[in-house]
């Protein structure tokens, strides 16, 4: 049964639309915007070889670990690479050799843009969905100039004419 949230995201989500949803902690929201990420790339076939389809934005590196968990679970029957991309691990370099081939990226993000600069073959073209999981949180802890220059790298959204969806 759906919660409150996920009633009134979920098939706007689908329609295409970019929303804004706010709710309590506990109340679903991760799954209001995970099972539209997954069911967008279903729809469009993405492959591994197709590349990042899906990035979703956490203010914190625990946020983003608790949201690559659930998306583990809601997407076991999918064929989607998904990829946890976080501050914090001297792993940079196994990370560049992998986020290119990487459908849905869950990330923090000083180390998106830290991607986005420093990966040579990081090639967002084809992102469909960018997700900001506690927007309001990501610009309260000061991420406001990364966030800036992390969607200038990205494909233009709905809203400018282009065909990424944000939620």
């Known amino acids: 049964t759906m919660t409150a949230i996920q009633n009134a995201c979920i098939p706007h989500a689908l329609a295409g639309r970019d929303v804004l949803g706010a709710a309590r902690t506990g109340s679903g929201k991760t799954l209001a915007f995970l099972i539209p990420l997954v069911e967008r790339l279903y729809r469009k076939r993405f492959t591994p070889m197709d590349g990042p389809g899906g990035i979703v934005l956490s203010p914190t590196r625990e946020l983003a670990v ?3 968990e659930v998306l583990r679970s809601v ?3 999918h064929d989607f690479s ?8 001297k792993e940079f370099g196994l990370e560049q050799g ?5 459908n849905i990226i ?3 993000p000083g180390r998106l843009l ?8 990081f090639d967002v073209s084809a992102l469909a969905m960018l997700v900001l999981d506690e927007a309001d949180r990501i610009l309260d802890m000061g991420f406001r100039e990364q966030m800036i220059r992390i969607l200038d790298y990205l494909p233009p959204g709905t809203k400018r004419g282009g065909d990424r969806q944000t939620l």
Not at 114 to 121: A, F
Request: net charge neutral.
């Open 66 to 68: 608790q949201i690559f």
């Open 106 to 108: 869950i990330a923090t």
């Open 98 to 102: 992998r986020i290119g081939q990487t």
């Open 114 to 121: 830290q991607h986005l600069e420093q990966t040579p073959d």
């Open 82 to 89: 998904a990829g946890l991309i976080v501050g914090g691990k």
């Open 75 to 77: 997407g076991s029957y």
